[in-house]
């Protein structure tokens, strides 16, 4: 705990440090246990160290009855399968029926599902003979209008064959007579027929494969049934024909039935007699109805059996995953050697010590347990997790800045300036306060709306959406602002604020195309004069202006994030990092680009004609040169000489001390580490646990390579971030082009048609490209690029981002988690 | 109105906003001063973005020029 004294160099602010948290040890007697745990998942504000890592999680004392709660669960799976298969409502009718007991809800899930298990095996039995009737049904029908006239052509073809058989016996020699006489009678008696159904796509290979295998000694007729059939066997509708074979011969049929049977043809017995047919018609029509009758009956007690399942449905899910997950931090929990209590470690937020005291004990009153818990703070030093207490508004910015990293533990958080600087940096590449407006309404309706949005479940892109509405509503009214600023509306300029400054040289106006106007006014109070808009000349103004606008404004931030790092020193009590870290960062930075954003200001100030670019670039090639005329202010030549000077000098300041001081500090400490043995026995105890951590082996070489990455990046860091910055010029650029493009382009355009089909379809177009273009991916890129600003440019001056998040085992994070 | 009175005005409009951020959310010292911090940073960067575009209208060195079909 020594090297994390807590600076006082600030008061407490939310949010910019993330909570004091620390390691707490909690033994509950076994009996209290069950109950315990469960009123601290309630409270949610502990999370559990798993204490048996190394046990598999069958060794574990309470995998039965994990193993009893994923059974129950797979049970409630196959409920919620059942019932979106019938198409029921997921009733969301939370009936919150009285304490239901996990032992009871086991019973009553495992008779629930033999329940249903059976009568969906007796409804598909049911369906199966139902559909096989069916198909019978259609067989006899199909069959019966061919059959006669197939079966007199089978016959006399048969008669024909037979007889030309004779006939070639008759050429035979007399020596084989014998044997063909002893096969003729089976040939010749035999002449039997196949029904049955096959599936129409198989139809044609079905009848090459019949004809293959019997050498054409068969007649296959076949019938088209005009709608689809419920296979008997697969439960689906399938396109099939009716088909009669007549063949001749025992080995012939074997074929037959061989061949259907790999064809998944189903057979169907066929009474030649016209009587007997229409007698089997009838029987089949009444057994028809009567199983219809049956499988209606089965369905209404199924879907009423799921009903009152589906009722319940969320209660029980729920209650099963709050058991699971009991058992499952039960799991993580060491057992005493007593086996009486049980012993759990965890971090927890300071703030709910008094919360937790009072869970612990309530849970012994209720549980009727003799011994109280006992709850004591361990000492520590491992790093403890990060915890950000957020809420609805500040929690998507958070989530912006632990995209990139969890803050290291109670770093300065850079959520806290993000809120607003993100949606600024936003705005600065967004600026139109048409747009601007656009993205307002969206989101206030996504505000309003929010009790029922956050209740339903979202598409991905919406959820998202939604979870960022504070971050679009910000973003919206920065917009608004910076549109106002370039006073653009729809890339339409208003004089919301006072006439322009600018007027003609002279009456007639001669000049305003060639040499141009003439400012006569004062300056236009806010943003830009309108009358930039669409003057030859205002691309070079806006650029210009927009460039060392995104100058000014990435020093700034890159300042703030520097003087962040200062906060941090001074907080953790690191005066190295001031002293050779902080101060020289802050040199070199200012040194050189606080420089050039001093000189354009002074520019403006002074409508000076010095070329900025060539004040830099010389400071850096020939420092004593003389300035000319690109001089601002007198000394300039001795204070750029003097700044040049410092950022040299910043450089070695960066690198070269701090590695020493640390290796200075870190052998002074080893001295110290010769001290007289703490003697309580605690303190034994725990020592051996954390010395590993503590004393890491201590590299110079290590830390002089890694300070030395580090000054080389600042320094190229400084040039590179502050050319980053100009892509707030350039994505403002685009945008504000674009814009002027729709609507010079289109609706200008269709407007100058004086047709009102024309008008209209402009109007369409106007609507959709600025919706489409502007509005989604306009937004979508200048988000990225802001994104990209924060986590590059502004986050690597000062943010670690090395921390691991604070999990709290809770119940209200539970549904989360299996979905 | 010059630069100094609508800076003035950014100032004014600053204070406002925290102290009515102070009287309608006041939900303890740690969470006011976030809300001042915000504020703060709010007023600070809208500030710089007018000022920036005000002081670079104010000695033009290029004049707006017209098209020509105007």
């Known amino acids: ?59 574990r004392t309470y995998a039965n009855q994990i193993k009893r709660c994923g059974e129950m669960a797979r049970k409630l799976r196959f409920f919620r399968e059942q019932i979106t298969k019938a198409e029921f409502s997921p009733a969301v009718i939370s009936v919150t029926e009285a304490d239901l007991n996990l032992d009871d809800l086991e019973v009553k ?71 063909e006489m002893t096969t003729d009678p089976s040939k010749q008696v035999k002449l039997g027929f196949v029904t049955g159904l096959v599936p129409r796509e198989k139809s044609i290979a079905f009848e090459r494969i019949l004809f293959r295998a019997t050498r054409g000694n068969v007649l296959l007729k ?19 024909n009716v088909f009669v074979v007549f063949f001749s011969g025992e080995r012939a049929k074997n074929k037959i039935l061989k061949i259907c049977d790999a064809f998944g043809a189903n057979r169907y017995p066929f009474a030649e007699d016209l009587g007997k047919q229409a007698q089997t018609i009838n029987e089949v029509s009444g057994r028809l109805s009567e199983l219809k009758t049956t499988i209606d009956a089965g369905l209404v007690h199924r879907g009423n059996l799921l009903q009152t399942i589906g009722e319940q449905f969320e209660q029980w899910n729920f209650l099963v995953r709050r058991e699971k997950s009991i058992y499952h931090t039960l799991n993580m929990l060491s057992i005493d050697v007593t086996k009486k209590c049980l012993v759990a470690e965890g971090w927890s937020p300071i703030f709910a010590t008094k919360q937790i005291q009072d869970a612990l004990h309530r849970a012994t009153q209720d549980s009727n347990s003799q011994v109280d818990a006992i709850f004591q703070v361990l000492r ?49 590449m967004f600026g139109d ?73 002279d009456l007639s106006c001669s000049e305003a195309t060639t040499v141009g106007l003439i400012k006569v006014r004062d300056t236009y109070p806010f943003g830009a004069d309108p009358v930039w808009h669409s003057s030859r000349s205002e691309l ?32 953790f009590a690191n005066n190295i990092n001031i002293w050779f870290q902080f101060i020289p960062q802050m040199i070199f930075l200012n040194g050189l680009f606080g420089y050039l954003s001093v000189l354009i200001i002074i520019k403006w100030c002074t409508g000076s004609k010095a070329d900025l670019y060539h004040v830099m670039i010389y400071m850096f090639l020939s420092p004593t040169d003389e300035l000319g005329e690109n001089q601002l202010f ?24 701090k590695p020493f001081l640390l290796k200075l500090q870190h052998d002074r400490h080893h001295g110290e580490s010769y001290a007289p043995l703490p003697d309580s026995e605690e303190s034994l105890q725990s020592e051996p646990n954390h010395d590993s951590h503590g004393h890491e082996e201590f590299e110079f070489s290590e830390i002089f390579v890694h300070q030395l990455i580090h000054t080389i990046e600042f320094v190229l860091g400084a040039v590179s971030n502050t050319a980053s910055y100009l892509r707030l010029w350039a994505l403002s650029l685009a945008h504000s082009e674009l814009s002027t493009v729709f609507y010079e382009k289109v609706l200008l355009l269709a407007w ?56 709290p085992y809770s119940f209200a994070l539970l549904d989360y988690e299996d979905e | 109105m010059g630069f100094l009175v609508t800076t003035l005005i950014f100032i004014v409009v600053g204070i406002i906003a925290s102290l009515c951020a102070r009287i309608c959310c006041n939900r303890g010292p740690s969470a006011n001063l976030l809300h001042l911090t915000l504020i703060i940073t709010a007023t600070v960067c809208c500030w710089m973005m007018w000022a920036i575009v005000y002081l670079a209208q104010m000695k033009p060195l290029i004049v707006p020029i017209l098209n020509e079909t105007e």
């Open chain 1, 752 to 807: 100058g048609y004086n047709n009102i089909i024309i008008l209209i379809v402009g109007i369409i177009v106007f609507i959709f490209a600025t919706v489409g273009v502007l509005l989604v991916m306009e937004t979508l890129s200048a988000f990225l690029h802001a994104l990209r600003l924060h986590w590059v440019e502004f986050q690597n001056k000062f943010y670690e981002g090395d921390g691991y998040k604070f999990y």
């Open chain 1, 109 to 179: 899930l495992g008779e629930l599902e033999a329940e249903l298990v059976e009568i969906n095996a007796n409804g598909q039995k049911l369906q199966r003979s139902y559909n096989e009737l069916a198909e019978y049904k259609l067989v006899i029908q199909k069959a019966g209008e061919f059959f006669q006239s197939a079966l007199s052509s089978a016959e006399a073809r048969q008669r024909e064959y037979a007889s030309n058989q004779s006939g070639e016996e008759s050429l035979e020699t007399p020596l084989l007579s014998e044997q």
């Open chain 1, 380 to 428: 520590t030093r491992e790093m403890p997790p990060t915890y950000f207490r957020t809420n609805k508004f500040t929690s998507a910015f958070q989530e912006i800045v632990d995209a990139y990293g969890v803050a290291k533990y109670q770093e300065a958080n850079p959520g806290v300036f993000t809120i607003v600087t993100f949606p600024f940096l936003f705005a600065v």
């Open chain 1, 1 to 59: 705990m020594g090297e994390r004294v807590r600076g006082g160099c600030c008061p407490p602010m939310d949010l910019m440090r993330s909570e004091p948290m620390h390691l707490v040890q909690v033994i509950i007697p076994i009996e209290s246990a069950h109950l315990t745990i469960s009123y601290l998942g309630d409270l949610g504000l502990i999370q559990f160290k798993d204490l048996n890592a190394e046990k598999s999680p069958f060794q």
């Open chain 1, 222 to 240: 076949q019938a088209v049934v005009d709608n689809p059939v419920t296979d008997p066997v697969s439960g689906e509708k399938v396109e099939k």
């Open chain 1, 634 to 657: 007198p000394g300039q030549k001795i204070t750029q000489l003097v700044l040049l000077l410092l950022a040299l000098i910043s450089v070695p300041w960066m690198l070269l001390p």
């Open chain 1, 433 to 505: 306060w048409g747009h601007g407006i656009c993205l307002l309404l969206a989101t206030l309706y996504l505000i309003i709306r929010e009790k029922k949005l956050s209740s339903q479940k979202l598409g991905d892109i919406m959820e998202m959406t939604f979870g960022g509405r504070y971050v679009i509503l910000l973003m919206a009214l920065f917009s608004i602002y910076t549109g106002l600023i370039y006073n653009e509306f729809f890339s339409v300029p208003f004089e919301l604020f006072s006439r322009s400054a600018y007027s003609c040289r």
């Open chain 1, 540 to 571: 070079p103004f806006l650029n210009s202006l927009k460039m060392k606008m995104s100058i000014l404004l990435g020093v700034a931030q890159m300042n703030l994030g520097i003087i962040l790092s200062y906060f941090n020193a001074i907080f």
